[in-house]
């Protein structure tokens, strides 16, 4: 034998040999071990670039009570966006994907403070799935005592929801259920005259059930879209009365070219509300069809339609129908500056379960009627200065019908005050101009709203209980890794007292004629985070510790401290 021949056969034998150890090799790949760098080089370049998300200022809501309860609400639902899947420069099969970061799903706390406060929150859904989610929120938070006699003027909140979300081909269906419980006291009472109150009778609970639907389009490569929302509920009260409430959306457009769409929307309600005390029933509906198109040319982007209302119950000629108009232009200047413009009329619609979250002093039978607004006029402008900070400064001024403000009631048989809203028949004047501002850094996040208010209801009149100006603070900064602290803030003008006396020699010493005082409240939040699973926390609210009075007669709690535990699983 040659050579080489027996060069070939080494070669050969080396060769066998050594494929049950690369098998192996395969085999237990999951184990320690080393590769030269002579072996193979694995080249990782991934860059994830999401777009910005453009920063929605919304108007900030009335306040709606003078219980300024301490902001200790958190959520544990967490948004993970779905990337597209990233691939290597070269892709070897013996190299393991990198695991997703675990995720804890669920998550309750626990705190408790002064008052007599105990809360409680929790928070159960479902983990990582691309196709439902589900889960249940729970919440309680009550204060045993008050500002004023203790037990007479303490308050409670309770809130059951669960929830779903099932995600299909060409839809997607969410639907919720919820109870909600409020538990007030009228302490409105004179205690300067009133030695002993039969706490039985001030109480004012009342109880909301109900559920929510809604069905919305996911076919992309479809020109016809739709939404349809429908809710309702039922609210009864320790005093017998009740409001049921069926609410209804629904939004269809067609996509007639890429510029052009048209669209008719259509919402309302039907209700029924009953005051067992003037053994009162009263059916109330609303209905609005809203046809028009959207235009998008470049950067203009124009909305045209018309609002036709139907409703059963304003304060004079009963079943009335309303035509307003509805425009609407967006103009984008540059990538960080739009402009908006708008001409609108609409009806609000009120409802006895919005008065009593606005206001839960009410008497126990109201005049609930709906808001004509022939004419609103309004715009402004919103954009970024840098990446970080955003802002939108607007106005509007509007014709308004039947606006309402509240009216203090005392009746000296009753013993204390109580509210109803105050309507204004006549066509009046209503005005708003805000400016807001927020920061996004990596350990700062700041909003700033300010907003001042006129109302214009008539000669000698004065819109109560409605502030004149409104300035609120949100922030939260990371001090260190596992450090957090938040600071709100809230400013709003003086207000205006209305008050109507069922009896003409009533004795009281409530200062009726003079305006209820501007509201400073100043409030910190401390977060500690023990582990990635746990946290402590510390809330403190009302740092002035001034008690003061958003409806007259109904001072709010002083200065107010809440402590707990957070836990993630």
Request: glycine letters at 6%; hydrophobic letters at 35%; a negative charge.
């Amino acid at each position: 034998m040659t050579q080489r021949r027996i060069n070939m056969l080494k070669y050969v034998l080396i060769v066998i040999l050594s494929f049950p150890i690369a098998v192996l090799a395969q085999d237990n790949w999951n184990q320690e071990g080393d590769l030269e760098d002579s072996q193979v080089i694995i080249e990782k370049d991934r860059k994830i670039d999401l777009a910005r998300v453009n920063r929605d200022f919304k108007k900030v809501p009335n306040a709606k009570s003078s219980q300024s309860s301490i902001d200790v609400k958190f959520n544990s639902k967490q948004f993970i966006p779905e990337l597209n899947k990233l691939s290597p420069r070269i892709r070897v099969l013996t190299i393991q994907d990198e695991k997703l970061e675990k995720l804890y799903g669920s998550q309750v706390r626990l705190g408790g403070g002064n008052y007599g406060a105990s809360y409680f929150e929790g928070n159960f859904s479902s983990k990582r799935n691309k196709d439902k989610s589900y889960g249940l929120n729970l919440l309680h938070q009550s204060f045993a005592n008050g500002p004023i006699d203790g037990r007479n003027s303490g308050s409670g909140y309770q809130n059951i929801n669960p929830y779903g979300k099932f995600i299909f081909q060409n839809a997607a269906l969410s639907a919720d259920a919820f109870y909600e419980r409020n538990n007030n006291y009228l302490y409105g009472y004179d205690t300067t005259l009133v030695n002993e109150v039969d706490r039985d009778s001030i109480q004012r609970t009342y109880h909301s059930i109900g559920a929510n639907i809604k069905l919305e389009d996911r076919n992309d490569n479809s020109n016809y879209h739709y939404k349809l929302g429908l809710n309702s509920y039922q609210l009864f009260s320790n005093i017998e009365n009740s409001e049921f409430s069926f609410n209804y959306a629904l939004d269809n457009s067609y996509d007639i070219n890429e510029d052009i769409s048209a669209y008719f929307n259509l919402n309302g309600f039907l209700s029924n509300l009953n005051f067992n005390a003037i053994d009162s029933s009263q059916n109330r509906n609303l209905i609005r069809f809203q046809p028009g198109i959207h235009y998008n040319w470049n950067d203009l982007r124009i909305k045209a339609g018309i609002i036709i209302a139907y409703e059963n119950d304003t304060l004079e000629n009963l079943g009335k129908t309303h035509l307003f108009p509805d425009l609407n232009a967006e103009y984008t200047v540059f990538d960080k500056l739009s402009l908006f413009i708008g001409l609108k009329g609409d009806i609000r619609a009120n409802q006895y379960r919005s008065f009593l979250n606005e206001n839960p002093y009410l008497d126990n039978t109201i005049p609930v009627f709906n808001t004509l607004m022939p004419l609103k006029f309004y715009g402004g402008v919103n954009g970024a200065i840098s990446n970080v900070l955003g802002y939108e400064v607007g106005g509007s001024i509007a014709s308004v019908q039947y606006n309402y403000g509240f009216a203090a009631i005392f009746d000296e048989s009753e013993g204390e005050l109580r509210y109803a809203p105050r309507y204004f028949t006549e066509k009046n004047t209503e005005a708003n101009a805000y400016l807001a501002l927020s920061t996004n850094l990596d350990n700062l996040n700041i909003d700033l709203r300010g907003d001042y208010f006129y109302y214009n209801v008539g000669d000698n009149q004065l819109m109560p209980f409605r502030p004149q100006f409104r300035l609120k603070l949100n922030s939260d900064y990371v001090i260190a890794d596992k450090l957090k602290i938040g600071l709100n803030a809230h400013l709003q003008g003086a207000m205006n007292n209305e008050n109507i006396f069922l009896e003409e020699n009533a004795n009281y010493s409530f200062n009726i004629d003079e305006a209820i005082p501007p509201i400073y409240d100043l409030g910190i939040k401390l977060a500690y985070q023990l582990s990635n699973r746990s946290q402590i926390f510390l809330h403190a609210n009302n740092l002035i510790a001034n008690k003061y009075e958003y409806f007259l007669g109904y001072p709010n709690r002083g200065f107010q401290v809440l402590g707990g535990f957070t836990y993630s699983f």
